[in-house]
């Protein structure tokens, strides 16, 4: 644990940009209608194909090709979400030259989870109101009984993205509204949705010389594979605020999650991040794998990032101190 001191926990910072004079309200609207379908849209046909997946590989196969372009994009579009949406464009736990932080808002796009925009205003709010009214995605805010819990995982879980509220941008996320290559990107997430989709299907047709190498591709390396970072990402929600440890105080009841450590790219070490959201690495006990923090570790060599917020031996130990006062 070295390099760059992690500064004390920054709400201003890590939660919700200020804002000059009267403070802007928390929603803006509602999304009109066609937006509101194709949420649905891109949330229940990756959903289905997942669903089809299993008939899909007993009855015609499962190819490596298949497998590896599925395993590719899902790395790129993973870690476009866990190092570039979350880490950096949201807690800005590192700075990025003007190449790495385009490419990342390409990648992240590449998720089907929403412009770069709206998931960082999302996100931004969700620290900002963590596990309280006003949060997005909290799967505590219909109680602690059986039923409760119940609504409250399918929330936290998927529901929320149903909800027909948008998020303030420029109350959450001003700087990157003024930011003309990110609102570029933004305005482009259409374009980025169908070429997540299409390029695989294309590499697969091409490879194979066959439109059914181009189907099958389209399937596992597009839809499925969608359908399965939504999950991943989505359980960071439901399951890392219900289910695990909490060695960490904080805020909210963020927990650490084991089983999806190596999946969802070391995001389920959920609790050390409420605990302080700057710091880049959220695995940084012993024991603990964090795939994003090592890709940011190879950007930082790279010179393509600098000035990581790191952990410290020190601020590791001022966390634990303060555990063990609250607890």
Request: proline share 6%; hydrophobic share 45%.
């Amino acid at each position: 644990m070295t390099a760059t001191a992690m500064p004390a926990r920054d709400r201003a910072s890590t939660s919700e940009a200020p804002s000059r004079g009267r403070a802007k309200p928390v929603l803006d609207g509602r999304r009109p209608p066609f937006e509101a379908a194709l949420v649905y849209a891109f949330t229940i046909i990756p959903m289905l194909a997942l669903v089809a997946a299993v008939p899909w590989a007993w009855g015609w196969g499962l190819s490596w090709l298949d497998v590896g372009l599925a395993a590719g994009f899902y790395l790129v579009s993973a870690l476009g979400v866990t190092v570039g949406f979350h880490r950096y464009f949201t807690h800005r736990a590192f700075k990025a030259n003007r190449g790495l932080r385009n490419a990342l808002a390409i990648a992240g796009s590449l998720s089907l989870q929403g412009d770069v925009i709206t998931w960082v205003a999302d996100h931004r709010r969700h620290h900002a109101f963590a596990d309280k009214e006003g949060d997005p995605h909290s799967p505590w805010l219909y109680g602690t009984g059986p039923v409760a819990l119940a609504k409250g995982f399918f929330h936290a879980h998927l529901g929320w993205l149903f909800d027909r509220d948008r998020t303030n941008a420029a109350r959450f996320a001003p700087d990157l509204l003024s930011d003309r290559d990110l609102a570029r990107i933004s305005r482009a997430f259409p374009l980025l949705t169908v070429a997540s989709l299409l390029t695989p299907a294309l590499l697969g047709g091409l490879i194979t010389m066959s439109w059914w190498g181009a189907l099958t591709a389209l399937f596992w390396a597009g839809l499925v594979r969608v359908a399965v970072l939504h999950h991943v990402t989505w359980s960071i929600n439901s399951i890392c605020h219900m289910l695990g440890e909490r060695p960490f105080e904080a805020r909210s009841k963020a927990t650490n999650f084991w089983p999806l450590a190596v999946v969802s790219m070391g995001e389920s070490w959920h609790n050390l991040h409420h605990a302080d959201p700057t710091c880049a690495r959220h695995g940084a006990e012993p024991g603990q794998l964090d795939p994003s923090a090592r890709v940011i570790r190879v950007f930082e060599k790279l010179g393509w990032a600098h000035e990581v917020r790191w952990p410290t031996t020190a601020r590791m130990a001022r966390l634990h101190e303060a555990a063990r006062t609250t607890g």
